[in-house]
């Protein structure tokens, strides 16, 4: 490994002065690192390469910030067998693999090629407006509708055609097991081992209480119709992009034919991770 992407969450100083640190290590390495006129501005040993272009410039992609940086490379990587090593420099950190005092050596065992990968399955979610696919995205989170004001949303929801139920709720979150420890954790949905190979479903403090979250094999497909009174809702992807959606609009979630490679962080299991992040009980 002799290329590597960097991308980083810069409004932290801190990870500022990590990215300079770490750039010499690697530099120090033989390996070659590269960044987006941003970074490229703030350390001068980085090369500079476009957004566009790193997915083609580089063998993997360093990660210094929270889960939002990390869903933003996972964006930036375009569904590329590119693996991703995330140090969390941000808030919880249930996709970043180590923290910036155990980085040294998951990247020494990454440049000598012996870290463990994890592949975890994205959603292809598409919008379909009078019959018309009018916008496609990949998300390695969660898409959620929800309305922009507080009024409770009809949404019908269809898996693999079949007609399942209509949502009376403030939104719907369709989550990948990654997602699960995301917002859909927030509503009361179940965390999934981040390899299974499921869809979650995961309605907003619906009006019917009998309304659960539910999960279903990966090789369905997830279509969900707003109602025709609905005018200000909008389709958020990831917590980054927001997408305006119109009354009678369909939006349908299925598996992507991508996935997206994580770099394993050093001998820590997911549930250690849990233990940490949620703070679960330790063992006495």
């Known amino acids: ?8 969450k810069l409004i932290n100083p801190e990870v500022v002065k990590f990215c300079a640190e770490v750039t010499g290590w690697l530099n120090a390495r033989g390996v070659e690192v590269y960044g987006d006129g941003e970074i490229s501005k703030r350390v001068s040993a980085v090369k500079k390469v ?12 360093l990660v210094l910030g929270g889960d939002g940086t990390m869903l933003y490379a996972a964006r930036l990587v375009g569904g590329r067998k590119i693996p991703i090593l995330g140090i969390n420099m941000g808030g919880l950190g249930f996709l970043t693999a180590a923290t910036a005092t155990d980085a040294y050596a998951c990247l020494e065992k990454a440049l000598k090629g012996k ?14 407006r009078g019959g018309k696919r009018i916008a496609d995205y990949r998300v ?3 898409a959620v509708i929800r309305g922009t004001i507080a009024r409770l949303l009809k ?3 269809r898996i693999d055609e079949e007609y399942v139920t209509t949502y009376r709720a403030d939104g ?3 989550a990948t097991p990654t997602g699960s420890t995301g917002y ?4 009361f949905g179940p965390i999934l081992y981040p390899t299974i190979h499921s869809i979650i479903i995961v309605p907003i403090c619906p009006f019917n209480l009998t309304n659960r979250p539910v999960v279903i094999p990966d090789r369905m497909t997830v279509a969900v119709e707003l109602g025709s009174e609905h005018l200000e809702t909008v389709l958020t992807l990831d917590g980054q992009v927001d997408m305006p959606l119109k009354a009678g609009d369909v939006i349908e979630a299925r598996r992507a034919e ?14 250690d991770v849990m233990r940490e992040r949620l703070m679960w009980e330790p063992r006495r």
């Open 140 to 142: 390695l989170n969660d």
């Open 50 to 61: 476009s957004r566009e272009e790193m997915p083609d410039a580089v063998e993997a992609v």
């Open 258 to 271: 991508e996935n997206v490679y994580l770099i394993r962080g050093n001998g820590k299991s997911y549930f």
């Open 172 to 174: 719907l979150i369709v």
């Open 115 to 128: 870290c463990e990968i994890e592949e975890r399955m994205m959603l292809s979610v598409g919008i379909m």
């Open 1 to 8: 490994m002799k290329k590597i992407g960097l991308v980083a």
């Open 184 to 187: 859909s954790l927030s509503a």
């Open 155 to 157: 949404l019908d929801v």
